[in-house]
């Protein structure tokens, strides 16, 4: 489904991805994990080419476009079978919760309106919005606003939603209605690779989990070796600041 070969990306002197190897299976929630700078969210704008990886090769189903070197339309084909949930959730202020929804479709997709209407008016009411269609971003909450953009995305057909930390910028209170539809997403069989520091999402839901740290994967596993009974002492660190009473052996 998706393979990463090599991947480097350095912002001016700063190298952020030190030769990223990973592999995503068809219908696997891959969940990473680490401290802040580890390269996590540029890992994930790597793979939909928000940021162009310096060296490396990415493919996608089968579709490869090289690092530095991928043309607009090698770029532009690659994110037709990708789709990304924002942290801070990018929604169209002056759109609607439906307008938001409908517009990759008509823009990006030159789908008729009134059957992106239809499409988008369902995942709504999947996302438990069906009531706020026609209110604006500034009318939700920010866990709305987040559901509105998993609708937006799965409005795309993705062949793989990528979820940049998409909690964080959440009142606690609102985290699980969104990672309640995260769940159901997954448990649909939607390939999601999530970059959170929501360890109980990633240990009910995860296939596996990736700790990164200073650019590289320390280690990757079930979410039973890595948050459970981590190997290495960089994760066990980790871990141990992340978690009140931790529940792996050290």
């Given at each position: 489904?998706?393979?990463?070969?090599?991947?480097?990306?350095?912002?001016?002197?700063?190298?952020?991805?030190?030769?990223?190897?990973?592999?995503?299976?068809?219908?696997?929630?891959?969940?990473?994990?680490?401290?802040?700078?580890?390269?996590?969210?540029?890992?994930?704008?790597?793979?939909?080419?928000?940021?162009?990886?310096?060296?490396?090769?990415?493919?996608?189903?089968?579709?490869?476009?090289?690092?530095?070197?991928?043309?607009?339309k090698?770029i532009?084909?690659?994110?037709?079978?990708?789709?990304?949930?924002?942290?801070?959730?990018?929604?169209?202020?002056?759109?609607?919760?439906?307008?938001?929804?409908?517009?990759?479709?008509?823009?990006?997709?030159?789908?008729?309106?009134?059957?992106?209407?239809?499409?988008?008016?369902?995942?709504?009411?999947?996302?438990?919005?069906?009531?706020?269609?026609?209110?604006?971003?500034?009318q939700?909450?920010?866990?709305?606003?987040?559901?509105?953009?998993?609708?937006?995305?799965?409005?795309?057909?993705?062949?793989?939603?990528?979820?940049?930390?998409?909690?964080?910028?959440?009142?606690?209170?609102?985290?699980?209605?969104?990672?309640?539809?995260?769940?159901?997403?997954?448990?649909?069989?939607?390939?999601?690779?999530?970059?959170?520091?929501?360890?109980?999402?990633?240990?009910?839901?995860?296939?596996?989990?990736?700790?990164?740290?200073?650019?590289?994967i320390?280690?990757?596993?079930?979410?039973?070796?890595?948050?459970?009974?981590?190997?290495?002492?960089?994760?066990?660190?980790?871990?141990k600041?992340l978690?009140?009473?931790?529940?792996?052996?050290?």
């Amino acid at each position: 489904m998706i393979e990463l070969t090599n991947i480097t990306k350095s912002f001016k002197k700063n190298e952020v991805l030190k030769g990223i190897d990973l592999q995503v299976k068809k219908g696997e929630v891959l969940v990473i994990v680490g401290p802040s700078g580890s390269g996590k969210t540029t890992l994930l704008r790597c793979i939909n080419y928000l940021e162009r990886p310096d060296e490396g090769t990415i493919s996608v189903e089968g579709f490869s476009i090289e690092g530095k070197n991928a043309s607009r339309k090698d770029i532009l084909a690659l994110r037709r079978k990708t789709a990304m949930v924002f942290q801070h959730y990018n929604l169209f202020k002056n759109k609607t919760v439906l307008e938001n929804v409908m517009e990759g479709l008509i823009v990006a997709q030159k789908m008729k309106a009134a059957e992106a209407r239809a499409l988008s008016v369902d995942l709504l009411q999947k996302v438990g919005l069906s009531e706020k269609i026609n209110d604006y971003p500034a009318q939700l909450s920010g866990g709305q606003q987040q559901r509105v953009g998993i609708a937006r995305a799965l409005a795309l057909n993705p062949s793989v939603i990528l979820f940049d930390e998409p909690t964080s910028a959440l009142d606690p209170e609102m985290v699980g209605e969104v990672l309640a539809i995260m769940k159901k997403i997954a448990r649909e069989g939607m390939t999601m690779v999530v970059v959170t520091h929501e360890i109980d999402f990633a240990r009910e839901v995860a296939d596996r989990v990736v700790f990164m740290a200073d650019g590289v994967i320390v280690e990757q596993g079930t979410p039973d070796e890595v948050l459970a009974h981590p190997k290495h002492e960089r994760t066990k660190q980790f871990l141990k600041r992340l978690v009140r009473e931790p529940e792996y052996e050290i």
